[in-house]
């Protein structure tokens, strides 16, 4: 029985990883609960799981179990007696110095927060380096690209490997020229032709920043330079990622785009188990297809690519500026192009070639947020 920890619980990954934990009782025990805010869903939880202990980023949720609380948050679950795996399935990068003493602690991490390592990626593979062993049996992938990625090099050596190509769906606005963006609104943006997802990461998908940000994901999983790794566009969402090896050969990973899939693969690694993921037949696909990602075509994206290109610090400001720009456009302050005008703008302003520490990423952060006007 693997003591498990789930950091995000109420949002979608959160609680898929939850029903995949419950289809596998025999498997999983959860023993820690965290949520960015209260509300009914949490306290469905709460009532499911009797003897989890919890947090809430909105304290005063405190009296749904104030006998269960974790005064000091996320850590004090990730490293909490009995666990042994910790989902980190929240938004923001408030759980990187979660995910760095879980680490720490000897513990597995099955990660779906991006900002971990968009902010971080040189804090936790430095530690991740220090700890010996497989990094990925560590640190288990469970966004749908890098665990495909993960899955086709199951057997194979890194040194084999010539590039990755990540699949995006092109999100809602795929085959429409970026100049005729600069009126579509909050809804059209968020109406995404494949994936069900919150508001932020939904709009990150129709600016390809999302995309984005797993280059930097897979830079990072994968020690593999920026020019080993690009993205494709690919509307079905079927393939999940490809592998390109050194003799001319592909592998992918394919199915329904259904998060359960990915996320029962970190649990039960090395195991495969039935799931509740959805099932289809091949031939009930259609036809799959394949487009370039032109340069131009997705001007956010485009942006953190230059960016993340140069390094330094510029993934902590990359976060920053992404969260304050999509917060604006969603509160109908700026348009849908001012996202990858601000994006660049952060970068210019802010740009250094040193890897900050935990403790400047912190600040530097706060900075950029303060600047930009973040609400």
């Known amino acids: 029985m693997t003591g498990v920890a789930v950091l995000g619980s109420t949002g979608s990954i959160g609680r898929q990883a939850l029903e995949v934990i419950s289809a596998l009782p025999e498997r999983f025990s959860l023993l820690a609960l965290a949520s960015g805010r209260g509300g009914d869903a949490i306290a469905e939880q709460l009532s499911a799981w009797p003897s989890a202990r919890w947090w809430c980023a909105d304290t005063r949720q405190r009296q749904l179990a104030p006998d269960r609380w974790a005064a000091d948050g996320l850590t004090e679950l990730a490293t909490l007696d009995g666990v042994e795996l910790v989902v980190v399935a929240t938004t923001g990068m408030a759980a990187l110095p979660a995910v760095l003493a879980t680490l720490r602690s000897g513990r597995r991490v099955a990660l779906a927060n991006k900002e ?18 497989d990094p990925l049996e560590r640190l288990r992938p469970i966004d749908s690209e890098h665990s495909a990625i993960w899955q086709c090099l199951i057997g194979e050596s890194l040194e084999s490997v010539a590039g990755l190509v990540l699949t995006a769906s092109g999100g809602p606005f795929r085959g429409r020229d970026p100049g005729t963006l600069s009126e579509v609104t909050a809804e059209d943006a968020l109406a995404h032709p494949t994936w069900r997802m919150g508001p932020k990461i939904t709009i990150d998908s129709a600016t390809l920043v999302n995309k984005a940000f797993e280059i930097i994901e897979a830079k990072w999983l994968y020690r593999l330079a920026y020019s080993k790794i690009d993205a494709v566009i690919h509307p079905q969402s079927i393939v999940h990622s ?6 001319g050969s592909y592998k992918a990973q394919l199915g329904l785009p259904d998060m359960r899939l990915p996320i029962q693969y970190a649990l039960t690694f090395p195991e495969r188990l039935p799931s509740p993921a959805r099932r289809q037949m091949p031939a009930e696909w259609g036809s799959l297809d394949f487009e370039p990602l032109e340069t131009g075509t997705y001007p956010a994206y485009d942006a953190v690519r230059r960016a993340a290109n140069a390094g330094g610090n510029r993934g902590t400001i990359l976060n920053a500026a992404d969260e304050v720009a999509v917060a604006a456009f969603l509160s109908g302050r700026i348009g849908f192009l001012e996202i990858a005008t601000t994006i660049a703008g952060a970068v210019e302003r ?26």
């Open 242 to 247: 490809f592998v390109e090896f050194a003799d």
């Open 116 to 133: 971990t390592l968009i902010t971080g990626g040189h804090l936790v593979t430095a530690l991740l380096d220090e700890l010996g062993g």
């Open 350 to 375: 802010w740009g250094a070639p040193d890897e900050p520490d935990i403790e400047t990423i912190a600040e530097l952060d706060a900075e950029i947020r303060t600047a930009l006007g973040a609400s």
